[in-house]
């Protein structure tokens, strides 16, 4: 765990620091200072970017990292497997971008909302495409190196602050929305040429030509693997992200819609930070752990993963939810819409984080088809409760399609874990000792009010941090918690 811990701890801060970023442009810069129509444009335009990207790098972030330990030490280039990667991605953005020039016409009549943005400005998505295909693929390049820190720097901290400074520009000057948007799509290359360039330094990276070739049966094994994974890949990105699509083609004032739902899907995205922090280098070690066949590495990871987890998604999502006043009282009126849709989306993203790292493990296994094919059911039954909620329940229906779909794929991985593998990450005196903590965290919701909301989210912080993490460190709920905690303290007394 000592590789797994240095990075998840340096991730993990710059997840946060990219967090704070997050908040400050979604929530106060970027409704302040936009129409919401033109703020869910920018949503639009990325959520497009994202998912076609998945389908044009078709499956070689994960096969990089999944196939390269049985390239380490060929050459000096790593066989030429990132070379290859890149060709294949590269191709596949061309033929997305084909698809998406084509079929415009088509897109802006399915968004045609009574803005009409889309039409008129749509096609900034192609340089958000070609930023996102190849940081897709240089972020499995230093995966598979174990350089995991550099990809998110690049995504969670520096794009957001170089749109941090994009809104300030656009405050002193005023500039036209194309000027923005062009500017907009510059944030995204600037932060995939900055995840190449770490490669590169790193003497990761070449585009020397490498003589070595793999045999036959790896690259069938490496095809196959390709071919599913890229259904993986399609369906963990685009369930939020077709969400989003969904509200801009089915309600009258959809890009309106789209932003107040990316605002909300955006706090509730907190409560992931453990899971973003923890499983990026996690994914090497557990393909280099089925190489060996090391079973006993990877019940450990799972089981004690998945406690960590769990502590600090609770303790995240409880000061969300007794703060979504506070919260909200920031921002313009409209924005509160999605204040129901926030609560939602934060059990959705505690269920994820229940299941530990059951994808990350089924997917570098021998068994990774049913990592695609758990992962397609829940893009399927998303889409389609997708149809049927937003009609019953408008925005907040695509957020209860979310749950339904994660709470059937979660134990879906659940019990295919432990049938095919006897993997279980659940330790029942832990979630006793975590539900206690929660309990006596609930006192928070009666703390009265002072009258100003800054006061209040901190002193309701307050009473849910005391009270949980004493009684998390009291019964040793999370022993990796509270030796990383103990290192930390020695640290600090050291200096």
């Not at 280039?77 to 079929?103: E, T, Y």
């Not at 006043?325 to 229940?354: E, F, H, Q, R």
């Not at 005391?466 to 290192?487: D, H, N, R, S």
């Amino acid at each position: 765990m000592g590789t797994l811990a240095r990075q998840s701890s340096w991730i993990a801060v710059l997840t946060v620091a990219g967090l704070v970023l997050g908040f400050v442009n979604m929530s106060l810069l970027y409704p302040r200072y936009l129409p919401a129509a033109e703020f869910g444009l920018t949503r639009l335009v990325v959520s497009i970017a994202i998912v076609a990207a998945q389908f044009a790098q078709l499956g070689a972030e994960g096969t990089v990292i999944r196939y390269y330990p049985y390239f380490r030490g060929r050459s000096s280039r790593n066989g030429g497997l990132f070379r290859w990667a890149l060709l294949v991605g590269s191709a596949g953005a061309v033929i997305a971008i084909l698809v998406l020039i084509l079929f415009h016409g088509r897109l802006s009549t399915w968004f045609n909302d009574r803005s009409g943005l889309y039409g008129t400005h749509g096609l900034v998505v192609i340089p958000l495409l070609v930023a996102e295909v190849y940081y897709l693929l240089f972020r499995g390049a230093s995966r598979a190196v174990h350089r995991s820190v550099a990809p998110m720097f690049a995504r969670e901290f520096l794009l957001r602050a170089l749109q941090t400074g994009l809104i300030a520009a656009h405050v002193l000057w005023d500039l036209p929305f194309p000027l923005f948007l062009g500017l907009f799509a510059c944030t995204f290359v600037i932060s995939t040429v900055t995840l190449i360039v770490d490669l590169w330094r790193a003497g990761d990276f070449t585009l020397t030509l490498d003589p070595v070739r793999p045999s036959r049966r790896l690259i069938r094994s490496m095809a196959r693997y390709a071919a599913v994974t890229l259904g993986v890949g399609v369906a963990g990105v685009a369930a939020g992200n077709v969400d989003q699509v969904m509200l801009a083609a089915m309600l009258p004032d959809g890009l309106e819609y789209v932003a107040y739902y990316a605002v909300a899907m955006m706090l509730a995205s907190v409560v992931m930070v453990p899971s973003r922090a923890m499983t990026m280098p996690a994914l090497p070690l557990i393909a280099e752990a089925w190489r060996r066949r090391d079973l006993g590495t990877i019940r450990s990871l799972h089981a004690r993963s998945t406690t960590v987890l769990l502590t600090l998604g609770f303790y995240t999502a409880l000061c969300i939810c007794v703060n979504t006043d506070v919260i909200y009282s920031w921002m313009k009126p409209g924005y509160s819409t999605g204040a129901k849709a926030l609560l939602i989306l934060c059990v959705v993203n505690l269920v994820n984080l229940a299941g530990g790292l059951g994808g990350s493990i089924i997917g570098t296994s021998r068994r990774y088809a049913f990592d695609a094919s758990s992962g397609l059911l829940y893009l399927g039954l998303n889409i389609l409760l997708d149809f049927f909620f937003i009609r019953l329940w408008g925005m907040e229906g695509v957020a209860w399609s979310s749950l339904v779909a994660m709470v059937v794929v979660v134990a879906w991985r659940t019990v295919f874990l432990w049938h095919r593998f006897k993997l279980w990450p659940y330790e029942a005196s832990a979630l006793i000792k975590l539900t206690g903590a929660i309990l006596v965290s609930l006192l928070a919701w009666w703390v009265p009010s002072t009258g100003t909301p800054l006061y209040d989210g901190l002193l309701r912080c307050v009473v849910i941090t005391v009270p949980y993490w004493a009684v998390v460190f009291w019964t040793g709920a999370c022993p990796e918690l509270i030796e990383q905690a103990k290192k930390i303290a020695r640290r600090v007394s050291l200096r």
